[in-house]
T-cell receptor
Framework: KAGVTQTPRYLIKTRGQQVTLSCSPISGHRSVSWYQQTPGQGLQFLFEYFSETQRNKGNFPGRFSGRQFSNSRSEMNVSTLELGDSALYLC??????????????FGPGTRLTVL | KNQVEQSPQSLIILEGKNCTLQCNYTVSPFSNLRWYKQDTGRGPVSLTIMTFSENTKSNGRYTATLDADTKQSSLHITASQLSDSASYICVVPNYGGATNKLIFGTGTLLAVQP
């Protein structure tokens, strides 16, 4: 079974631009979560999608948004990029039940650099 | 405030030696605690998930313990190998309130030297 895939793996943007990141979950997984990882803050939860609906949201500004498609693939968008948005963005998928003890399987991440 | 704290921040050990990583949490209500291993440049990989009623759980050379009374967990690595060099992250879900989310510790960076 293929793992979680994320595209692109690396991205360089300039301040003010917008960016869209893509995540394909493991086949059969309907829950997709997004995280931001920085050296100073560690891993922080952005949002979770389940069956095309945003189920949970972290404490990030409205510039960060996402969506999930009917095939469970998810995209994350960041508008008006700031230098502080430079980070590793990780996507994780979990089993269909989406319950509290479901194991999350992480993708390799997208490394975003904002200049 | 719901928090997860890990110690030490970093650790260097010789190959073949054992080590123990610590995690203290203040997340309430408590559902479960997870340990992840993250190799450099890769996404985290789940090692164990421990629920309230579990005291010990093993995964190969990794053994996690949980004390729900003191809100502490440890990850013990036996007979370390060079491939154990990674960041180990303790994670506790927070299912109270309006937002359900995972709360991550800042990790312990382990370096195993030959």
């Amino acid at each position: 079974k293929a793992g979680v895939t994320q595209t692109p793996r690396y991205l360089i943007k300039t301040r003010g631009q917008q960016v869209t990141l893509s995540c394909s979950p493991i086949s059969g997984h309907r829950s997709v979560s997004w995280y931001q990882q920085t050296p100073g803050q560690g891993l922080q939860f952005l949002f979770e999608y389940f069956s095309e609906t945003q189920r949970n949201k972290g404490n990030f500004p409205g510039r960060f948004s996402g969506r999930q498609f009917s095939n469970s693939r998810s995209e994350m968008n960041v508008s008006t990029l700031e230098l502080g948005d430079s980070a590793l963005y990780l996507c994780a998928s979990s089993l269909p039940s989406g319950g509290p003890t479901d194991t999350q399987y992480f993708g390799p991440g997208t490394r975003l650099t904002v200049l | 405030k719901n928090q997860v704290e890990q110690s030490p921040q970093s650790l260097i050990i010789l190959e073949g030696k054992n080590c123990t990583l610590q995690c203290n949490y203040t997340v309430s209500p408590f559902s479960n605690l997870r340990w992840y291993k993250q190799d450099t440049g890769r996404g985290p990989v789940s090692l164990t998930i421990m629920t309230f009623s579990e005291n010990t759980k093993s995964n190969g050379r990794y053994t996690a313990t949980l004390d729900a009374d003191t809100k502490q967990s440890s990850l013990h690595i036996t007979a370390s190998q060079l491939s154990d060099s990674a960041s180990y992250i303790c994670v506790v879900p927070n299912y109270g309130g309006a937002t359900n989310k995972l709360i991550f510790g800042t990790g312990t960076l382990l370096a195993v030297q030959p």
